[in-house]
């Protein structure tokens, strides 16, 4: 079983930046697509970014611009680097690696993202 943490929430101001981070306690990213989903209280989950196992990147059309998804390899991290930061975006931010030719797909437990006007 592979467990996924998420790091970086926490209260962040309007136009200001918070920066995500999820690491995997086996290294799976590199045959991964990863995202980011977050879900905001009485909504549901959707999907914010991700990233293949290639580098390809996407982005919900509500982030595009201030929102980076990114793969360190030498720390074996995902990272969300969260720029111009809106009360929208105010959610618990999840981390998910799906191995689609394994069919196995791992959840983060979730972290808090508050952004205050």
Same mark, same amino acid.
């Given at each position: ?5 998420? !790091?970086?929430? #926490?209260?962040?101001?309007?136009? =200001? ?5 999820? /690491? /995997? !306690?086996?290294? $799976? ?5 990863? *995202?980011?989903f977050r879900? &905001?209280? #009485?909504?549901?989950?959707? $999907?914010? /970014?991700s990233i ?5 990147? +996407?982005? &919900? ?7 980076? $998804? !990114? ?7 995902? %990272?969300?680097?969260? +720029? ?6 105010? &959610?618990?931010?999840?981390? %998910? /690696? %799906? $191995? !689609?030719?394994? =069919?196995?797909?791992?959840? *983060?437990? #979730?972290?808090?993202v508050t952004?205050?006007?």
């Amino acid at each position: 079983q592979v467990q996924l943490v998420e !790091s970086g929430g #926490g209260l962040g101001q309007a136009g =200001g930046s918070l920066r995500l981070s999820c /690491a /995997a !306690s086996r290294s $799976i990213f590199s045959v991964s697509t990863v *995202g980011w989903f977050r879900q &905001a209280p #009485g909504k549901q989950r959707e $999907i914010v /970014a991700s990233i293949t196992s290639d580098g390809r990147t +996407n982005y &919900a059309d509500s982030v595009k611009g201030r929102f980076t $998804i !990114s793969r360190d390899s030498a720390k074996d991290t995902v %990272n969300l680097q969260m +720029n111009s930061l809106k009360p929208e975006d105010t &959610a618990v931010y999840y981390c %998910n /690696a %799906n $191995i !689609s030719f394994m =069919g196995r797909d791992y959840w *983060g437990q #979730g972290t808090q993202v508050t952004v205050s006007s």
